[in-house]
């Protein structure tokens, strides 16, 4: 065998712990014929792991650390390495991994008998708990010759697109222009390229590296704004195509295929891209799907095409709505390409029901509760509060909470169990559970049990009309269907209400037999057992510099407006505001998805963020138009400023309970000018404030004493 020389380029960064396995796995087994060199890169790790390379360099010459001056992530790191590297190959392993017994020696036989331009190697997936799972692309490669091109073997491109698997050619690969991204995904900016250009790719068909899953801080386990940055990295692949036209179009729809269903994954996989952000990444890959279309693209059959037209039309909405699909049974989604469209639909709510039905056969499960909030959008507000109640006073119950999708899921508090809507463990709780808990409707097809407990909590003390009292309100609620809320309503066994008043406007709008708990609101026990150092570290995961004034701005959403139109220019208030005030910003949920203009001040908007208790408890200032938030907010004691510019409008299309402008909870605004004095001037603090604050909270925060939770679970899961 002729020997090889081979430059391994290991990228370091706060991986001391692993390091030393990674560097023995490298340098202690080393064949006669190979001639290796070893380019540690230094990235400015935080932790010892200079110090172990520089106590290693010294004791073996093979082994060269560079030491970088700043911080330039996975890609730079790389990119320094291989400026470095001598060898006739270079092979990109990261630190946190190592290679198999015998790698080296079974890689450096290889290189030398085919002098491929690119060695793809076997691996195997090491898990935290110690476990071992093989390559399962593997199959892909059965019957593959010793050497072969991406043409002529496509099935490669659906393998895994890391560099730390191929051993490269370097004159090859310099000779490409092409070069490691910056940030997350740097690699496929240069592994799509090494096989579409690649004459000679040879397959070796053994573990020789292990590579670690789900450890702590690795980018596929971490939620991050950064997992964007596989965009700039699919901008740099089709650059490099489009600078090779000789390409066939086939490889071309191939990579396209493979960069949108690699987006929509990391998009869809729980606990990577956060809540507030994810509608943004939806959008993105909306963008690169258009823009990178292939002439003559065909979308792909069954649930997956479906998918990638919406993702095509940047349809959110609906996108979101494929989610409980997904959790069908593969044997129906199979079967439904056959059916029409409608035949489909039909099909998989036919399953459903006959699912439900038969779960709805076994005796109710007298320790279950389910929980869920807003339409199955998280763990939040009444039933929250409720649920951590419980497991404290009464054990025996233990709850499950309904989310929607897999991100929800993650986001849920650790050790809250949790099942996805329309799966069969839905079904299955939704069936049997003697407690349900939400603070709206369950879904109609969602039949009440003889012997369950419904429990109503609702999310807001009411200013506006609701239920029933909108009937004469065409433009609020013209679509609502009375008939089947009244239906729902039948189903409640309690309502929570927190305070007089909303006793009243809930026997209005909801009438019913249920029995009202006049016990205050749950979600609000938080504010009043709230401590100044909860506020202080609240302010400071939010970004709220030390001593600045936060203003809350909280608006609610208008039935006449059917999209976001904002009431402030936050850009001029921020202005007005000056350095030392900092404006949060949170829109109404039904707007999450909206692109607000923020302008330059000192503005966070905090619109996704999960908790509005948290923004309480941060802000100094309260600025809110007709919402709910007021009348929790008032539990603090603090400032609250009405900023109502169309309080004439909004009485005439919603209709209110109250006259707002007569018993403010503060000062009462109508023009931005006016909010922009009293919150400069001081007088939203002032003597006349406090006045109108003081009878705000007599009359709609008299039960808020931190104890409706306790006084809620003793009522209902532990009667006497």
Excluded at 157 to 163: P, T, Y
Aim: with cysteine; charged share 25%; hydrophobic share 40%.
């Amino acid at each position: 065998m002729n020997a090889v020389s081979l430059s391994i380029v290991l990228p370091v960064y706060g991986v001391a712990d692993y390091l030393p396995r990674c560097l023995d796995s490298i340098l202690d087994d080393v064949p006669e014929q190979l001639r290796l060199q070893v380019v540690a890169v230094d990235d400015c790790s935080p932790d010892g792991s200079g110090a172990i390379l520089d106590a290693r360099a010294a004791a073996d010459p093979r082994l060269t650390v560079l030491h970088l001056d700043r911080n330039r992530g996975l890609g730079g790191a790389r990119e320094a390495g291989l400026a470095e590297a001598t060898g006739d190959y270079v092979w990109f392993v990261d630190s946190d991994d190592w290679l198999a017994e015998g790698a080296l020696a079974a890689v450096a036989e290889r290189l030398s008998a085919v002098r491929p331009d690119v060695l793809v190697t076997g691996f195997a997936r090491v898990y935290p708990d110690g476990s071992t799972e093989p390559d399962t692309w593997r199959r892909l490669l059965d019957g593959v010759p010793e050497t072969f091109t991406l043409a002529e073997w496509p099935a490669l491109l659906q393998m895994i697109l890391s560099a730390w698997n191929k051993v490269v050619r370097r004159d090859f690969l310099l000779g490409l222009g092409v070069r490691f991204g910056d940030g997350y995904y740097e690699d496929i900016s240069v592994t799509y390229p090494l096989l579409l250009a690649a004459e000679r790719i040879s397959y070796l068909d053994r573990d020789c590296y292990f590579y670690r899953r789900q450890r702590e801080g690795a980018i596929t386990n971490t939620a991050s704004p950064k997992h964007a940055d596989a965009f700039a990295q699919y901008d740099a692949i089709f650059d490099f195509l489009d600078r090779r036209p000789d390409t066939p179009a086939r490889l071309r729809r191939l990579v396209f295929d493979r960069t949108v269903k690699q987006a929509v994954t990391i998009l869809d996989a729980p606990g990577l891209v956060p809540d507030g952000l994810r509608r943004e990444f939806f959008s993105r890959t909306s963008a690169h799907f258009r823009r990178h279309r292939p002439a003559g693209y065909a979308h792909p059959g069954g649930l997956r095409g479906v998918q990638y037209r919406l993702v095509e039309r940047d349809a959110w909405g609906a996108y979101q709505q494929l989610r409980p699909l997904q959790a069908l049974p593969r044997t129906l989604r199979r079967g439904g390409r056959t059916l029409s469209r409608g035949a489909r639909r039909a099909a998989r709510g036919a399953a459903r029901r006959g699912l439900y039905e038969a779960y709805r056969r076994l005796p109710l499960d007298q320790g279950l509760a389910v929980y869920a909030a807003y339409w199955y959008r998280g763990y939040a507000c009444n039933p929250a509060a409720i649920y951590e109640k419980a497991r404290e006073l009464a054990p025996a119950v233990r709850g499950v909470w309904v989310v929607e999708t897999r991100a929800q899921a993650a986001a849920l508090p650790p050790g809250v169990p949790y099942v996805l809507a329309n799966t069969p463990g839905y079904y299955k709780a939704m069936a049997t559970a003697k407690y349900l808990v939400n603070n709206v409707n369950f879904p109609h097809t969602m039949t009440k049990r003889p012997g369950s407990v419904h429990l109503q909590t609702q999310h807001g003390t009411p200013l506006k009309l609701l239920g029933l009292d909108l009937r004469d309100r065409p433009e609020a609620g013209g679509d609502m269907d009375f008939e089947r809320m009244l239906e729902h309503v039948a189903r409640w066994d309690y309502l929570v209400s927190p305070n007089p008043h909303s006793s009243t406007a809930f026997g209005s709008a909801y009438p019913g037999r249920y029995r009202v708990l006049e016990t205050g609101y749950p979600r609000n026990d938080r504010l009043s057992h709230g401590t100044s150092a909860q506020t202080a570290a609240i302010r400071e995961r939010l970004g709220i510099p030390a001593g600045s004034t936060a203003v809350l701005y909280a608006p609610t959403h208008r039935e006449q407006h059917p999209g976001y139109v904002p009431a402030l220019d936050l850009a001029a208030l921020a202005a007005a505001l000056g350095p030392d005030f900092t404006l949060l910003v949170r829109t109404h949920y039904f707007y999450a998805d909206a692109e607000r203009d923020l302008g330059a001040g000192t503005v966070l908007d905090v619109s996704g963020h999960p908790s509005v208790e948290d923004l309480y408890l941060a802000a100094d200032i309260l600025v809110t138009d007709y919402s709910s938030v007021m009348f929790d907010y008032a539990v603090l004691d603090r400032p609250i400023v009405v900023f109502a510019p169309d309080w004439a409008e909004y009485q005439r299309i919603r209709g209110v309970y109250f006259d707002l402008r007569a018993e403010p909870p503060g000062l009462f605004t109508t023009t931005q000018a006016e909010l922009e004095q009293a919150l400069t001037d001081g007088s939203a603090a002032g003597p006349e404030a406090a006045k109108a604050r003081a009878a705000f909270r007599a009359r709609f925060c008299p039960w808020d004493d931190g104890g409706a939770a306790e006084r809620v679970v003793r009522e209902v899961f532990t009667p006497r």
